[in-house]
């Protein structure tokens, strides 16, 4: 049955820690379908071509990835939900532009984490924005800049690529 496990987990060293370095947005593609994507079995990203990808840095501490598993066992549906906020400080007039275009668009976003984990959301159906906001702050130590929320909904809890995307051939990052 294909739904059979395979292998399982084991107790891992305490060596890892939470939180997102950089990520990579590109405009929408749907990736598994076209000539330009290779995955390995193991849901590796192995080659991307063609397509641009824009890198925002984020600071420490301020951006997160999860994914939720969501199963319904009378529908028979599984998927899961890919939910990525992140923080910039500062604001800028071309930010405004930037939030009105990524609102509007499904990206594809290649999140890079603390530990040089590379996952790819919205692989095949591209993120939304669910939410964010744009905020002046009130005290001189509070936050004067915006936040995005992306959701992704895929059947696949992410793809991964090795760090900084070098699994990955081809991809032009400007």
């Given at each position: 049955?294909?739904?059979?496990?395979?292998?399982?987990r084991v107790v891992d060293c305490?060596?890892?820690?939470?939180g997102i370095k950089t990520v990579?947005?590109?405009?929408?593609?749907?990736?598994?379908?076209?000539?330009?994507?290779?995955?390995?079995?193991?849901?590796?990203?192995?080659?991307?071509?063609?397509?641009?990808?824009?890198?925002?840095?984020?600071?420490?501490?301020?951006?997160s990835l999860t994914v939720s598993?969501?199963?319904?066992?009378?529908?028979?549906?599984?998927?899961?939900?890919?939910?990525?906020?992140?923080?910039?400080?500062?604001?800028?007039?071309?930010?405004?532009?930037?939030?009105?275009?990524?609102?509007?668009?499904?990206?594809?976003?290649?999140?890079?984490?603390?530990?040089?984990?590379?996952?790819?959301?919205?692989?095949?159906?591209?993120?939304?924005?669910?939410?964010?906001?744009?905020?002046?702050?009130?005290?001189?130590?509070?936050?004067?800049?915006?936040?995005?929320?992306?959701?992704?909904?895929?059947?696949?809890?992410?793809?991964?690529?090795?760090?900084?995307?070098?699994?990955?051939?081809?991809?032009?990052?400007?």
């Amino acid at each position: 049955m294909a739904c059979d496990l395979s292998s399982g987990r084991v107790v891992d060293c305490k060596d890892s820690v939470g939180g997102i370095k950089t990520v990579y947005i590109g405009n929408y593609a749907d990736m598994p379908s076209g000539a330009d994507w290779a995955a390995a079995s193991n849901d590796t990203v192995t080659a991307i071509t063609a397509q641009t990808f824009y890198q925002f840095d984020v600071r420490p501490e301020t951006s997160s990835l999860t994914v939720s598993f969501q199963s319904d066992p009378a529908a028979g549906t599984t998927f899961f939900e890919q939910s990525l906020s992140v923080t910039f400080q500062k604001l800028d007039a071309t930010d405004i532009e930037d939030i009105r275009v990524l609102c509007q668009g499904r990206p594809n976003i290649w999140v890079l984490d603390n530990n040089d984990n590379v996952f790819l959301l919205g692989a095949v159906h591209g993120c939304n924005v669910q939410g964010g906001s744009l905020v002046s702050g009130q005290g001189f130590g509070d936050l004067s800049g915006y936040t995005i929320d992306f959701v992704g909904r895929e059947a696949n809890p992410v793809f991964y690529a090795a760090a900084p995307l070098s699994g990955v051939t081809n991809i032009t990052i400007p």
